[in-house]
């Protein structure tokens, strides 16, 4: 996925000199940037190996573990949306794990060209044999923070996040 390695990361110092070169540089706004986006690319990379012994994606898991979480059945624009896909992406995935028993379609009473889409047995099955190995490797993955660290990501993370969604929504004029 094109990680950077520690040694690709620019140095701080590196940075701050640009900033003679080009002023309008924020050595911490990009070193943080860099950082931040560094992480979630390792993070990802490892938890995918993670799953991949237990032969899912990351995509399949969501769109599972959003199944099992809501009470009935889902329209293919809920699990696009919960799964942070397109819906094009969603109907690939549900494919798949229609194919392998995971989940079940059925007609939408409202909507005579959509299907609710809604967990099998099988696939809580599957749900439940996966996520005490991924949870513990995400766990493992997250240990050289403490527990006090690790909320303070979450709040910090959770704060980027409310302002990055207000640009976006800047950015569409207004449109949700």
């Known amino acids: 996925m094109g990680e950077l390695l520690p040694s690709q990361i620019p140095d ?17 706004e990009v070193m943080t ?3 931040l986006r560094s992480a979630a ?5 490892l938890l995918q190996v993670s799953l991949d012994r237990f032969g899912i994606s990351e995509g399949r898991l969501r769109v599972l573990g959003h199944l099992i979480d809501r009470e009935g059945p889902a329209t293919h ?4 949306a919960a799964s942070r896909v397109t819906k094009g992406t969603v ?3 549900i494919d798949g794990l229609e194919r392998d028993g995971l989940v079940k379609r059925s007609a939408c009473e409202h909507d005579r060209r959509g299907s609710l889409i809604e967990i099998t047995a099988e696939g809580e099955k599957t749900l439940k044999r996966i996520l005490p190995g ?5 766990s493992e993955l997250m240990s050289s923070l403490s527990k006090s660290e ?9 704060k980027l996040r409310e302002g990055l969604h207000a640009e976006i929504e800047n950015e569409r004029g207004g449109k949700s």
């Open 12 to 28: 701080y110092c590196r940075l701050c000199e640009l900033t003679r070169k080009i002023p309008e540089i924020n050595p911490d």
């Open 33 to 35: 940037m860099i950082l």
């Open 77 to 80: 624009s809920d699990l696009a």
């Open 150 to 158: 690790q909320k303070t990501l979450t709040k910090l993370l959770r």
């Open 134 to 138: 991924h949870t513990r490797r995400l």
């Open 41 to 45: 690319d390792e993070l990802t990379a």
């Open 91 to 93: 109907t690939g995935l």
